[in-house]
């Protein structure tokens, strides 16, 4: 079977806007993004017609547009579809950083395509573009009951699980320059085999 390739045009971290939410576990997918934008240069400025702060650098011949939606995550489709439309993404060149429950925190996954997983972000970006895009899934573990999940999304993660986090998110900007390259399954092997 061929390496399956990526062509990352846009990277979109998943959060919700407003101080109240800054540190929780929910915002993961900002603080990530945050990450990448500090790591790559780039800053991000509030860009009304695209609903959210927008930024972009360059790798090779190429730009890499970087968003966090200002809608609020069941919103998270508005942001992406608007921005993608204009510079002419297509869904299979987008990278969602979102918070995952059914991974632990240290825990950071590739995953192309697939369901939402009652993930109101991912939900409705889905219904604005499609599930072709690729998602950066950021473990953030299950609080153990269903009922008790958007309480728990919704708090800022323990110290020890912060630390664990942070250091899983260091090790998915280790594998970005793998995924611009386009070789999406050694940047799978890598970040996945790390945290084996």
């Not at 846009?10 to 109240?20: E, F, Q, R, W």
């Not at 919103?75 to 921005?83: D, E, K, T, W, Y």
């Not at 969602?96 to 991974?103: F, G, Q, S, T």
């Not at 728990?152 to 800022?156: D, R």
């Given at each position: 079977m061929a390496p399956r390739k990526a062509d990352i045009r846009?990277?979109?971290?998943?959060?919700?806007?407003?101080?109240?939410?800054t540190g929780t576990r929910h915002n993961a997918g900002f603080w990530l993004l945050d990450d990448m934008a500090r790591d790559r240069g780039a800053s991000?400025?509030?860009?009304?017609r695209f609903h959210g702060e927008v930024g972009k650098f360059r790798y090779g011949d190429r730009d890499v547009h970087l968003l966090k939606p200002g809608t609020f995550m069941n919103?998270?489709?508005?942001?992406?579809?608007?921005?993608a439309r204009y510079f002419k993404i297509?869904?299979?060149?987008?990278?969602?950083?979102?918070?995952?429950?059914?991974?632990?925190?240290?825990?950071?996954?590739?995953?192309?395509?697939?369901?939402?997983?009652?993930?109101?972000?991912?939900?409705?970006?889905i219904q604005q573009i499609g599930r072709d895009f690729l998602r950066l899934r950021?473990?953030?573990?299950?609080?153990?009951?269903?009922?008790?999940v958007v309480n728990?999304?919704?708090?800022?993660p323990s110290r020890e699980d912060l630390a664990a986090i942070e250091e899983a998110n260091q090790r998915s900007l280790e594998i970005l320059p793998l995924l611009l390259e386009g070789y999406l399954d050694k940047a799978m092997q890598q970040?996945?085999?790390k945290q084996e």
């Open positions: 846009l990277i979109v971290g998943l959060g919700n806007p407003g101080t109240k939410y991000l400025r509030p860009e009304s919103r998270s489709g508005q942001s992406v579809a608007a921005l297509r869904p299979e060149q987008i990278l969602v950083l979102h918070d995952e429950l059914d991974l632990p925190p240290g825990d950071n996954r590739l995953k192309v395509g697939g369901g939402h997983g009652g993930h109101n972000g991912l939900r409705d970006i950021i473990g953030i573990g299950h609080p153990g009951d269903r009922n008790q728990y999304v919704l708090k800022a970040l996945h085999s």
